[in-house]
């Protein structure tokens, strides 16, 4: 399974090791989340960010946006070095719209939907993503207990992109540590994204490696 790091809980005065720290134990991508204020309820960090880590590694830049109006940040983040680009699909009444965009901006496009939303919303979009971002619990903070209750709700959107021949990769985001990261896989992701199990641990490095061998690689 790919693994994908928040640097959420990183240290953000040392922001530059912890990211060099997540590229040397393995981590093919770093997930980085760009809060609002208005669509979760705590503000994070933005599009300097971003560029300013960029120069430091070569994994994929998965960017999570838990901001309203997405479809004005998608060019910046674009030049910024975003790789993926995950927007929600209750922070837009035009997903379809801002998915296009993100495409035309040169990156991967993934929808992402809320503990509350169910799949069947993500029907009509599944042809045109490259990931959908199930979150296993509500966005806005890291450090909330994984909800068991989304496994099914992973299983179902496996079920479909089975049935439909697809190959979106489904990712996973919040409370991932080494027992919940095997309950996903078995259910069908392929990401898992890890902030407080990876940095709030004496040896981040052993906890990433830990997330890979639980998982097979
Ligand atoms: C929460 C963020 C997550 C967060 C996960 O809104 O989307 O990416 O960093 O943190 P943990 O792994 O601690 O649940
Ligand atoms: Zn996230």
Do not use: W
Not at 116 to 136: F, H, N, S, Y
Not at 201 to 207: G, H, L, N
């Amino acid at each position: 399974m790919k693994i994908a790091p928040s640097i959420l809980s990183a240290d953000f005065a040392n922001l530059k090791n912890d990211v060099e720290m997540t590229t040397q134990a393995g981590a093919e991508y770093l997930h980085i989340d760009i809060m609002d204020g208005h669509f979760v309820p705590n503000l994070s960090f933005g599009e300097p960010i971003l560029r300013a880590i960029r120069p430091y590694s070569k994994q994929v830049f998965d960017c999570h946006l838990m901001v309203d109006n997405p479809e004005e940040y998608i060019a910046i983040l674009a030049d910024a070095g975003a790789d993926v680009l995950g927007v929600h699909y209750e922070a837009t009444p035009h997903i379809h719209r801002v998915l296009q965009q993100i495409k035309e901006a040169g990156c991967e496009a993934e929808v992402v939907i809320n503990p509350g939303t169910p799949v069947t919303v993500l029907e009509d979009l599944l042809e045109m993503v490259d990931a959908v971002l199930i979150m296993t619990v509500n966005p806005g903070f890291g450090g909330q207990k994984f909800l068991p209750s989304m496994l099914s709700k992973i299983q179902a959107l496996n079920q479909i992109k089975n049935d439909r021949k697809l190959s979106f990769d489904i990712e996973v985001d919040g409370g991932i540590n080494s027992e919940t990261i095997k309950q996903c896989q078995q259910a069908g992701a392929t990401i898992a994204v890890a902030g407080s199990f990876v940095f709030n641990s004496t040896d981040p490095i052993e906890k990433i490696q830990l997330l890979h061998k639980v998982t097979g690689d």
